[in-house]
């Protein structure tokens, strides 16, 4: 069974560039997550979607990201403009139950 | 909202030997404790959860410990091995929220020396 999965897995930006981030989740999943994790830190959610909408993004700064999910299986993260602060890795999970399942996450580094 | 507070930050240990790392929370409506492990440039994986009607879950050299009157909960590895080195991360669910919804704590690096 293929796992979740994340696109790119690395992306080195300029800062004030936008940037975008894929995630497919395992087939089935209707809860899906982007978490955030700096170097050293646990993950931090950043949205919540179950299906397609959004039921939790209290933790997302939405003056510079936002998200979608339209079809309530792939979803995008995007961020514009980006900031050095945002270098961090961005994790996508997804979940049927309680456990949660995550991908290989995607490591921005903005210069 | 909810806490989650993890003890050590690092911990070494000799092969062979036990580690032990703790975990409180603040919420104690909390029903839910995964324990994930995440290797250096690797996702988290889930190695073991518990709930709260239960004090205790093993799972071979892994075991679970949940104490809801003090909010706490540890993850007991015995007989540790170099390949158990690792970042492991607690998570309970946020104050009034989906279990879902997973609060982790900062992480507690391990270290088995051969």
């Known amino acids: 069974e293929a796992g979740v999965v994340q696109s790119p897995r690395y992306k080195i930006i300029e800062k004030k560039q936008p940037v975008a981030f894929w995630c497919n989740p395992i087939?089935?999943?209707?809860?899906l997550y982007w978490y955030l994790q700096n170097l050293g830190q646990g993950p931090e959610l950043l949205i919540r979607?179950?299906?397609?909408?959004?039921?939790?993004d209290s933790q997302l700064p939405k003056d510079r990201f936002s998200a979608e999910r339209l079809k309530g299986v792939d979803s995008t993260l995007k961020i514009q403009p980006a900031e050095l602060g945002d270098s961090a890795v961005y994790l996508c999970?997804?979940?049927?139950?309680?456990?949660?399942?995550f991908g290989q996450g995607t490591r921005l580094t903005v210069v | 909202g909810e806490n989650v507070e993890q003890h050590p930050s690092t911990l070494s240990v000799q092969e062979g030997d036990s580690a032990v790392i703790k975990c409180t929370y603040s919420d104690s409506a909390s029903n839910y404790f995964p324990w994930y492990k995440q290797e250096l440039g690797k996702r988290p994986q889930l190695i073991i959860d518990?709930?709260?009607?239960?004090g205790e879950k093993k799972d071979q050299r892994i075991a679970v410990t949940l104490n809801k009157t003090a909010k706490h909960f540890s993850l007991h590895i015995t007989e540790t091995q170099p390949e158990d080195s690792a970042v492991y991360f607690c998570a309970a669910p946020p104050i009034g929220g989906s279990q879902g919804n997973l609060i982790f704590g900062k992480g507690t690096k391990l270290s088995v020396k051969p």
């Open positions: 518990i709930r709260s009607n239960v």
């Open positions: 979607y179950e299906n397609e909408e959004a039921v939790d």
């Open positions: 087939s089935g999943h209707n809860t």
């Open positions: 999970a997804s979940s049927l139950g309680d456990e949660a399942f």
